[in-house]
């Protein structure tokens, strides 16, 4: 069974830090993109980054470029993102997803980590 | 970016009816077009992909089509289980962008 359960969701105030962990399980994560994505509360669902499954490729919307990292340990099967400077636009909730197919879609969801940002 | 409009942004129907929900891009996207479906509380769910291919295990009852800008995903005979929000997405260039939504509410 394909598992994708994120951590590492919480408070904290504007400018601070925080590190989203994803960790998989039931797939072979090493061949597949894999992607971050948010929802703020009673919002819509916005796209936030996504990586080769080897690393060597990375993209971001333009609100988290140069705030946020995301990583893989394909040793881990765990996928990351590392969210700086961060500001309340950036309180949502947090899903990784997996990306599969020549026209990419996100097959396999987590259930999502809220991060919220606030004094 | 590319811009991607979703309506009705909510509707209300019957058990039984035929509803169809439409995304339109703000540029050609090919055939790069996902729907997912969500319910309070839990991640979205991959419908259909490609515009038109049904994701393992969705009902038939499910269809997508269109190309370039125009797309509609369409549930034939609504059933309880399909009252929930509906998003379209574009994959045909980063940043990935999704529609705000439609919101399938119990007439």
């Known amino acids: 069974e394909v598992q994708l359960v994120e951590s590492g969701g919480g408070l904290v105030q504007p400018g601070g830090s925080l590190r989203l962990s994803c960790a998989t399980s039931g797939f072979t994560f090493n061949v597949y993109w894999m992607n971050w994505v948010r929802q703020s509360p009673g919002k819509g669902l916005e796209w936030v980054a996504n990586i080769k499954h080897d690393g060597s490729k990375k993209y971001y919307v333009d609100s988290v470029k140069g705030r946020f990292t995301i990583s893989i340990d394909n040793a881990k099967n765990s996928l990351y993102l590392q969210m700086n400077s961060l500001r309340a636009e950036d309180t949502a909730v947090y899903y990784c997803?997996?990306?599969?197919?020549?026209?990419?879609?996100?097959?396999?969801w987590g259930q999502g980590t809220l991060v919220t940002v606030s004094s | 970016d590319i811009q991607m409009t979703q309506f009705p942004s909510s509707l209300s129907a019957s058990v039984g009816d035929r509803v169809t929900i439409t995304c339109r891009a703000s540029?050609?996207?090919?055939?790069?077009l996902n729907w997912y479906q969500q319910k309070p509380g839990r991640a979205p769910k991959l419908l259909i992909y490609a515009t038109s291919s049904l994701q393992s295990g969705v009902p038939s009852r499910f269809s997508g089509s269109g190309s370039g800008t125009d797309f509609t995903v369409t549930i034939s005979s609504l059933q309880p289980e399909d009252f929930a929000t509906y998003f379209c997405?574009?994959?045909?260039?980063?940043?990935?962008?999704f529609g705000r939504g439609t919101k399938v509410e119990i007439k």
């Open positions: 997405q574009q994959t045909y260039n980063t940043p990935w962008t």
């Open positions: 540029q050609s996207i090919s055939s790069h």
């Open positions: 997803a997996r990306e599969i197919g020549y026209q990419p879609r996100l097959d396999q």
